[in-house]
């Protein structure tokens, strides 16, 4: 934006979320109005640092001296917060800059999301605060939440709520509105928050400098965002996983999964959402939580902050209630949301036999069936036999009306800290549970009113689990023989022939068919008696991209009369379909044996850089969507757990008495394509394989086909800059 | 139970659940006891009848004069309420009996549901009282409430809650704690119900008893059923068409779908849990909606009581709001919902162009973006371009916290109202949120605190049009040539050969490839000739299930060498694999020109008799559960509908370029196989065609191989009675 390098900052991002002055402009005692409801919340949640109202027309806002201008103000002024019309911004910007403003919290909505206009005036007003040193947060943002130091930056109406005690949540959202809502739900169950940060259209601080803030705060403990559009994707990939080497369970929800997502995220703080695919690979290497919604991830954020967490990823669910109505619904949920009902160890038995008759010894356990009645002996005695079995991870309540609401739910928070295992507690009745949820409340641990908000909960910590056990493995290492690339000179730019792109995968060791380029139909048939018979042939010109389409590959030839028909058909059919441009046929062996097929491919993300998906082949692969994505390079373990994800994954494993397909071959392969992917980087458009044909357990697999698009050196992807 | 026919009710249904005179055994001033709490709350909440507290140690109780015991009380006694401990349980039964009360409501557990013990005392019970003319509801049962005639006959905590005013809602729960849960939610969100019925172990009195009540019940619109086990399957099915005539959705939610489910479900109530598919498919049939949870079930049984009913199914959704994150992550939901955004026209858009700029004239709409700021006419204008649009069915509106939430919340109801279009209105926020609901309740119109609440009701809503759409569709009718049965004699009991199995086949019209049994390799030879090469050839033996797996099926034999030695092949292996058994073989035409496979299967639900199903042959089928299944007999309409719910479908329909099969071929099979079905009723026990290839559109389809195994005439399933 300036030629020059811009000076340092005025105060660090800490002292922006933790200001020691803060400027409220346009501040007044009409809660009706932006500023007046800033001011308002800053006394409200007791700010304890200098406040400073800004408001021409007043001599002092609610006891406190007001200033005409910022720059009458005494500095320095840490934050200042406008919410002016959008007319005056320019102005009130260059004023704060003019005046030493460390940062200016920007809440005037109607810019870059507002069109070309607004986008104009926003990178002036950008210019304007980086010339001088001083940061913007927004604009189009609700600014920040600091229970913490009590910095309540905000007009969100979710201050209205009280008392916001310091807890280990931090927030950035790209979304205030949403922001104030998920904090003001939240509050309402006794979650606690550190920081919250508004980060709007993101013109100058972005969700990767709070991010990285947060990372660091020693208040926070788990972080929850909301992500419409990355700036610097590169960035925040490496913060994932910095805040798993930390130890703080990173959960996200980003707009953006379909395409009318995308374009309610554009509208909404002009962000260009990128491939959704890409940023969910991203999330799982690092170990981060994606979540399809605003409230269990916030509900799973409280969960990971007062919880105990998970011990091991991959355990059972045990379900007890006194209402057998409620279990059973709930345990036929268990599936679809991804969890099981564990298998109780014969001591978890013998320990519930002593309350239950023989006929119930068996999840989910229904208090009412208790011999001698619900007691608080027996709630206690089944839930420590619970938290003793090795195949029990977590344990939900779902309760229901009944005698002893509260009573019964204040015996379960000291029982859960003590066997150190999540407990999942849900009142399911309206408000006749209030009770037993301020109970819960007063003993400082998590409650549910939906099943599907635990069950939602219970999927997000098996998911935080499963990143944490995958933390101490070590970086993907190249195998023997992957690569190095071809010199330039071998990478064409544009769609590569077969060839040419089996040559690349060979370059890096993943078997091909043997194959020759054929001029001719005589060298069709040398070819194909080198080779051995059967062979197929097919037409090349990098003007085809679907060859079968056009009558381009003839199959099973058996001897040289039918390779020789074989040329001149497809011969034929190619001057047809695209005149002057066949280089030859390819002449291959018949990969034999094959008992499943794979698609692998591999793309350059504009975002994410390079990444490889595989899926199995033929026309299910879009139908079903059952494609797994990663970024590249792979270890060897990646590859096989992406084989596993697939939901067809039971058909290479051998379904109904199939033979097992070589899976570990697939895997070699798909390790070898990531590397290739990886050396090649901003050059690699797209690379398919398709088939990779796979034989039996042990026996491999070779790729049969497959199809590279590169870039020239001169038009490569690289980071956006948005 | 009794040999005798039983005497006459002493009092009809409708008078157990309004009843004239109500005795509560055990009342007392403990409301920590049962007898205490129920007779509590049936003043609470002004039951006008007459109220006779039981209670040998008291005179009166809270003011009226307490009988030491039934017998003692004036009647005549309508109702007797009875919540004593098991081992007194039957007395008292004897006791009600004895004293002329028409009904009993038995509170009391550990029944049928704790064991045999339990059993035998429930059918004692159920004995004494039917031999009285006394019915009984329960045991294991919390009562009924009936808020029309303020007969709350329950000792459910769910009653703490103030004021039930009367309303649409009907309820039938064999999980009495659940009952009071998801009237004590609902009722929060200001739902009203009309009579509300705990059935418990169902052991006289049962679910459909009251479903039947409810249709003819004047007070009753909508009716919400949580089932474990029905006691009258067929009933039940009959009653749910009846309820759609009568314009009164049914809305189920049923334990049992996983085996855990069946399991807590029988520990539960002493329930059989039936075949969850074929429950799910007549209530499909007879436009029941099927939920997975109880709380989108109420929500959505609010939702058909208190606002306009979907014009049609099909249509999309429009959603509004005030903050683009909601709406963003609103959307991305909308396709797992089973919903679409809806494709809004030049009108809506020209409408929309008055309040927004051009950039913004989609969906989903935030009002944030209006040119001039948030307004009631731009808010008003927007939602009645939106209910004049044709592709638009429904309106959500997910609010977050903002300005104005409840003033802008209170211009809802009346639009929604002008427009007769169903309008789902979110509240996100915490308590701050509540100025919001309370102007929601105010209006007497429904509100959601989850946007997933609402896309689930919406969902309900959905399915509850597509119902209704249905119901005026003629019956099946069957098509000429489908049967008759072959005589008796034709019909052997047990597993039938394939031959056989075919024969049935054809005699419905269903194309079978042409095939002649084969004693030996010369008679094998000869059918060949006239069948015309290539042919299959397979073993016949009764004795072999899968024919494939013990190499007893040779394929595309192209002359007679082929078909002798194949011939002898066969019997080679299957006299290995079942010496003796060998009927011969099967010489068939190869199916040419297939280009998809399909299984259809028949079966004798032991619920709701025949039932056909159809799903894509091959390993995916078991893999993905990919099939539909339907009661038996179908129109074709029904049989196309069920291949177009195939996930699936594409392949037939020709995704990806591939020519699409013959679905006509295939829906007109499933027909005559669903009256094949449905004439061999409980003799069925199971019949397979697989596969059923389909050739291109317009060229048929053939069925390659079938089994069947039969019932013999003395063994057949009939209507359980549990």
Redesign the interface.
């Known amino acids: 934006m300036t030629a020059n390098a811009p000076p340092p900052d005025r105060i660090p991002l800490a002292r922006i979320v933790s200001p020691r002055s803060v400027a409220v402009v346009g501040a007044s005692d009409d809660v ?1 109005k932006f500023g007046g409801r800033v001011f308002h919340y800053l006394i409200k949640h007791g700010y304890p640092g200098r406040l400073l109202p800004i408001n021409p027309n007043r001599p002092a806002i609610r006891g406190l001296p007001a200033f005409p201008r910022l720059a009458a103000a005494p500095g320095p002024v840490d934050v200042a917060i406008l919410a002016v019309p959008v007319a005056h911004l320019e102005a009130q910007i260059a004023e704060a800059a003019g005046a030493g403003v460390g940062a200016c919290i920007v809440i005037t ?1 109607k810019l870059a ?3 070309p206009d607004g986008a104009t005036l926003q990178e002036r007003i950008v210019g304007i605060a980086r010339g001088a040193g001083m940061r913007l947060l927004g604009p189009n943002c609700l600014g920040i939440f600091n229970p913490v130091d009590r910095a309540m930056l905000s007009s ?3 201050l ?2 009280d008392a916001f005690a310091p807890g280990g949540i931090g927030v950035v ?3 205030g ?2 922001m ?3 904090v ?6 006794g979650a606690r928050f550190s920081r919250c940060v508004s980060v709007g259209n993101q013109a100058d601080l972005e969700l990767c400098d709070f991010l990285d803030y947060l990372i660091a705060d020693e208040a926070t403990r788990v972080i929850a965002l ?1 992500v ?1 559009g990355l700036r610097s994707p590169a960035r925040f990939r490496a913060l994932l996983h910095q805040a798993r080497a930390a130890g703080k369970p990173v959960l996200v ?1 980003k ?4 395409a ?2 995308v ?3 554009r ?3 002009a962000s260009l959402a990128g491939s959704y695919e890409a940023f969910a690979a991203v999330c799982r290497d690092a170990g981060a939580v994606l979540l ?4 269990p991830m916030v509900l799973a954020a409280d969960a990971l902050d007062r919880l105990p967490r998970l011990r091991a990823p991959g355990r059972g669910v045990a379900v007890m209630a ?8 709930l ?6 949301a991804g969890l099981r ?1 564990a298998a109780i160890s014969d001591a978890t038995k013998a320990a519930l036999a002593q309350w239950l ?1 023989p ?2 010894l ?3 356990v ?1 208090t ?2 208790f011999r001698d009645g619900t007691s608080e002996a027996g709630i206690g005695a089944v839930l420590r036999a619970f938290m003793a079995d090795p195949d029990i991870g977590a344990i939900v309540v779902p309760m ?4 002893r ?1 509260a009573a019964n739910a204040a015996l379960l928070p000291p029982l859960a800290r003590e066997g150190d295992m999540p407990l999942l507690y849900v009142m ?6 209030d009770e037993a949820r301020a109970a819960m409340r007063a003993a400082d641990f998590p409650y549910y009113d ?3 908000d635990a069950l939602a909960v219970l999927r997000a910590l098996e998911a935080e689990a499963e990143g944490r056990a995958r933390a101490g493995l070590p970086p993907p290492a190249r195998p023997a023989g992957a690569g190095p690339l071809p010199a330039p000179a071998g990478l064409p730019g544009g769609m590569l022939t077969e060839a040419e792109a089996k040559r690349l995968l060979a370059a890096y060791g993943i078997p091909t068919t043997r194959e020759r380029l054929a001029a001719d139909a005589d060298a069709a048939v040398r070819a194909a008696e080198a080779i051995g018979y059967p062979v197929a042939l097919k037409g090349v010109s990098r003007a085809v991209v679907h060859k079968s ?1 056009l009558g381009l590959v003839r199959l099973g030839l058996a001897d040289a009369a039918a390779v020789r028909a074989a040329f001149a058909g497809v011969a034929a059919a190619l001057e047809r379909a695209a005149p002057g441009t066949m280089e030859g046929c390819l002449v291959q062996e018949m990969a034999r044996g094959g008992i499943a097929e794979l698609i692998l491919g591999a793309r350059h993300d504009p975002d994410f850089g390079p990444m490889v998906m595989v899926g199995l082949g033929g ?2 692969v ?3 969507r059952d494609v797994q994505l990663a970024p590249a390079p792979l270890s060897p373990a990646d590859a096989e757990a992406m084989l596993r994800r697939l ?2 994954w ?2 290479l494993a051998g ?4 033979p097992p397909a070589d899976a570990a071959a697939a895997a070699e392969a798909l390790v070898r394509l990531s590397w290739l992917a990886a050396d090649l980087g901003p050059r690699l458009a797209e690379l398919d394989v398709n088939p990779l044909v796979l034989r039996a357990g042990g026996e491999g697999g070779i790729a049969v086909d497959a199809r590279a698009v590169l870039r020239s050196q001169a038009n490569q992807g690289r980071e956006t800059s948005r």
Chains 1, 2 share one sequence.
Do not use: C, K
């Open positions: 009706g909505a999301e507002a069109g969100s109406l979710a209205e709520a959202s790209q979304s509105a949403l104030g809502t998920l003001s739900l939240a509050h309402d169950y909301y419409e929800v707009a953006g999964r379909s009318a997502g374009q309610a995220a509208s909404h703080t399809d919604d605003w409230v006194g209402s057998g109505g409620s279990t059973a619904i345990v036929d949920q268990l599936p679809e009902l008759p006929s119930h068996h999840l989910p229904d009412g069936n229901t009306t009944g005698p609401m399911g009745a309206g408000a006749v549970g939906r099943a599907a389409d026309v299910l879009e139908l079903l939901r067809l039971p058909v379904a109904r008495g199939r």
